[in-house]
């Protein structure tokens, strides 16, 4: 059965890599809270874990690797996101026998109050709102042999800002490999398959006079259809060699199927302190862009689209024992090259 699984993998990941993603193909997806990664662990790494990423921190990197828990873990993580914008993630997971590894998690935004304006009222209307973009995930994972692992993630998508809202679903499949003889894991992941999505609501309710009606007629209502969107899928492929014992260096490709593909190169290194242990890694990425510069645009331009405004990541974390429980502190910071500060993230893991 394992090695079904792994097939359907491996298929699912060569299909997508068909559809890869180019500079032109940006922004016509929706729903980008998607891809805002969440937890200092992942974030400093930069998602090249997804080989050995395990337990509550594996319900977003790579649900396969919730399986490789003992008992019970819960995350909660904040994030100084763009455009002093917080990202907020809860999530527990729980070893549940022979059946498996079921995890739950909630990644919500806080845009904060933002000045509501009209065409009459470009400066304001003296009211304001928040936009609520929030994204529930229920993850299984189980273990099929000592080196095979599988996972899967539904997850409920919930877009709304003021009366207009927009909802979906999608899923996460994983898949972690480890090599019998060999000091290397292997981790694949497709992610955000899914349905589309559409904008509906009343704040899309317009009245207006038919046009060429007489003076005094009465004004007709019509709803505006908005456009619906797909989700960004991706695939991320991902290798890590163990070096030595608690140091690994990792690689990982990033397949996006709406923006562009990226490279990415990271490592760690453990060190167990009796009890304790403490982790400190970091990575960087690069664009992988196959498309030509078109000739009507610019060098500077074409290096805007076809770059990212995040940069190198680094973190770090310690774990002690507090009775019968051990507790993570864990902090990590993505430098932002343009525009806005870096984010810092910062996240307490419990497990028992």
């Not at 189980?142 to 095979?148: L, P, Y």
């Not at 019968?324 to 893991?349: H, P």
């Amino acid at each position: 059965m394992n090695r079904k699984i792994t097939s359907l993998i491996i298929t699912g990941a060569l299909l997508s890599a068909s559809y890869a993603g180019t500079v032109k193909s940006r922004g016509v997806a929706g729903a980008g809270q998607l891809s805002v990664p969440v937890g200092a662990h992942g974030i400093a790494l930069n998602g090249t874990n997804l080989a050995t990423v395990s337990g509550v921190e594996a319900l977003y990197f790579n649900p396969a690797g919730a399986s490789n828990i003992s008992s019970f873990e819960t995350v909660f993580s904040n994030m100084n996101y763009i455009a002093d914008i917080d990202v907020n993630y809860a999530a527990f997971a729980t070893n549940i026998g022979k059946a498996g590894t079921f995890g739950l998690s909630i990644k919500s935004f806080d845009f904060g109050d933002i000045i509501r304006t009209s065409a009459e009222n470009t400066e304001g209307t003296g009211e304001t709102f928040s936009p609520d973009f929030m994204t529930v995930g229920a993850t299984w994972s189980n273990a099929f042999t000592d080196r095979v692992r599988f996972g899967v993630t539904m997850k409920f998508i919930q877009e709304r800002i003021m009366r207009t809202s927009a909802s979906g679903t999608g899923f996460d499949l994983g898949v972690q490999y480890t090599f019998a003889d060999r000091p290397i894991k292997i981790g694949v992941m497709l992610s955000n398959l899914g349905t589309k999505m559409q904008y509906a609501g009343s704040d899309l309710e317009q009245k207006l006079q038919p046009a060429g009606s007489a003076e005094g007629t009465l004004n007709e209502g019509f709803q505006i259809v908005s456009e619906g969107f797909e989700i960004p899928a991706e695939l991320n492929l991902s290798a890590a060699y163990e070096v030595q014992p608690g140091l690994s260096v990792m690689a990982s490709y990033n397949n996006n199927s709406f923006s562009n593909n990226e490279i990415r190169f990271g490592g760690e290194y453990n060190q167990s302190l009796g009890p304790s242990s403490v982790w400190i890694g970091g990575a960087m990425g690069m664009a992988s862009v196959d498309d030509d510069k078109p000739d009507d645009i610019t060098q500077s331009n074409w290096d805007e689209y076809s770059g990212s405004i995040f940069g190198a990541t680094f973190g770090a974390g310690i774990s002690y024992p507090v009775g019968n429980m051990k507790v993570g502190l864990e902090v990590a910071q993505r430098s932002v090259t343009d525009y806005f500060e870096s984010n810092l993230i910062y996240s307490l893991k419990i497990s028992f």
